[in-house]
């Protein structure tokens, strides 16, 4: 456990803190205004720029980088591609979430060009996780019809050919580098009721892998995650008190809360 | 009432939640966040998939489908129309809601093509069913500036023209399919103060139209979404509040209570 | 204070809200829906509409026009140069909101552009009223890094050269139309953690400008808004509530409220 105490998980987030990173988001139109939110919420600030016209331009701006590609189209994948060029040729950190990569063929194919592109981290269900692995199966929109257990051994070999962290979120959470893994039981069974809380968390899971080892990072940030809306949970009484008690407890929560109540599982490799 | 008692009525409930459809959503930038959270609420599964890229081909994997023309394009257009053309051949349901339909030109042209795609059903505002209808009116974007009284003969000319089921919906919402019509009672003022809850109700009757007839599944999800006002209005102390109780009670709700509240006057023929 | 008086800043409120004003906004994608749920919380009604198929035809109807950069591209630039050209040729006001103007040349070029069609109110935090005033900095996407205290002469300069009024907010909230000038200290430190206040403060600033004095509209419209946030902070744990209540209270504030709360300075001439 020297790599993961709950401790140094928990300085991942007081880093962010600290660094108050900003991080260009390309998105979905879903995800946008939650996505903002919840960076601001947890203290990031993020800045959602996807134009063609200026998005490379402002990857050179930003300290990260988040493409999601739960609504995008011909137009918006030149300006991911040219941005997730653009973090890499800088030395800057970028993050996937291939929403529904295996639904269209639109999508296999922009999911199979932005992996190209090399991202520090990929985080997905566990559906596309499998489908990005080349294990296609039928996709249903960005619901996970998968087992993250399903999905660890596709994400520890898609880790290891990418060069990448990958984080399949679930009601069990499995991080891996292709070298550590671990498994995060932080969460609550209304997050999937919220929409675009999986996208939000892609953004989040960005502002802490500026000057952060990814796979520490992105542990860090999915155990502060879970954790909030293990909080959330408990004064909620539905989806919509749950998304305004979430944002709440993102803000509230602190390193100490999050050595106190990470609940990391480390998998020995 | 052999066709819509109440006890009739909730089993459209029970169904959609037993389903939990798949279906695609075509709709505006304004509506989507909250249009995906309110089905997700109610239990469907919402996907926001409108990209001429893959319209076409994801309408083959929906049950339902519904098309918004709120913030259309010119761009956006063409995959409407192929989406529902998609449904169509597929012998899926698909929603028209046709967003101040009567304020532009492009509107109307994109209004008038649509219709010629046969949806299951249409759900408007007054203002947007009388428009429809051919009795255009001054628009004033997405406000209904006319009563459902006076759109009520309107709707039964468009239900009958068209084949399908028309939702008029305001104070008292009217339903018919030309031949069959119905008045619904539930509701509360708070709705309309808040953005696109007729856009996101639109997706709704989407997911109840699957294997159901869509007059009585068309009820079922209106009765259902204004007793879920009445309910968020009892505890809202304005229209923040409304919208996160309204989301609860889209989820607590149960068709026990939709039997138990539904205000549904059948009209004789 | 003759010109400032609470009591007449109240009555900017009442008359919007007895005017209820139809306000056509092409703002950005993270804005969309909380800025039309600021606007109908408020009594306005706004009418999301920025396709170049209808944009220009649509100022035709609206009382009022808002513009903001935030997620602008190529494709919607033209839309926003024929509304705005529209709102002009028919005496209407328009604002400008220049989210991040100074952070690409995509942006400066749009800015300069859009300026040049007259404005009658430019709102923007201290960076962007820097920026558009021709002192460019580095930006830092839609967060200021500059104070309101710098941004003053800045504004004086651009609202003489603009012939408009400009607003500069932020914890301290600073407007001129170049012969006048206010400070206003309503707020709450919690604004900024909830994404697109600002945007949806322009579009209410919008709402205010119909058949009132642009300076003066604007002063009420800040004071309104950053008493609601007063509100609003006394009973939020974090940003989520603080959105919900922020809601609220913009609903169920009114013109005697803002006469007991407004905390306006005059700046003498």
């Known amino acids: 456990m020297t790599e993961l105490t709950e401790t140094r998980l928990s300085e991942t987030l007081a880093h962010m803190r600290a660094t108050a990173p900003l991080v260009q988001n390309i998105t979905n139109f879903v995800a946008m205004n939650i996505q903002a939110n919840v960076m601001l ?11 063609s016209a200026e998005a490379a331009e402002f990857a050179g701006i930003a300290q990260a980088l988040s493409i999601n590609i739960g609504t995008a189209d011909p137009a918006w994948s030149g300006a991911m591609e040219a941005a997730a060029t ?9 993050v996937l979430d291939p ?15 932005l992996l190209a592109l090399r991202p520090s981290v990929i985080r997905g269900n566990a559906s596309e996780v ?6 296609l199966r039928a996709g249903r929109g960005a619901d996970a019809a998968d087992s993250v257990a399903e999905a660890e051994a596709a994400a520890t070999r898609l880790a290891l050919q990418a ?14 580098d292709g070298h550590r893994a671990a498994r ?24 802490f892998t500026v000057d952060q080892d990814p796979f520490r990072a992105t542990l ?15 004064s909620a009484e539905g989806p919509g008190s749950f998304q305004v008690a979430f944002l709440d407890a993102l803000h509230a929560l602190g390193p100490n809360d ?4 990470a609940r990391i599982e480390e998998i020995p490799a």
């Open 163 to 176: 060069g990448c962290t990958v984080a399949v979120t679930g009601p069990v959470d499995f991080v891996t």
């Open 41 to 51: 919420a947890a203290g990031a600030s993020p800045a959602m720029v996807h134009s």
């Open 220 to 234: 860090g940030a999915l155990a502060y995650y879970g954790l909030a809306g293990e909080v959330a949970g408990r």
């Open 86 to 94: 653009a973090s890499v040729a800088g030395g800057k950190p970028w």
């Open 99 to 113: 929403v529904a990569v295996g639904a269209t063929g639109f999508r296999r194919t922009l999911g199979a060009r």
């Open 184 to 207: 995060i039981r932080n969460g609550h069974p209304m997050m999937p009721r919220v929409t675009a809380l999986g996208c939000a968390l892609t953004g989040l899971v960005a502002a």
């Open 130 to 135: 499998l489908a990005l692995a080349g294990q």
């Open 258 to 261: 999050l050595t106190a109540g």
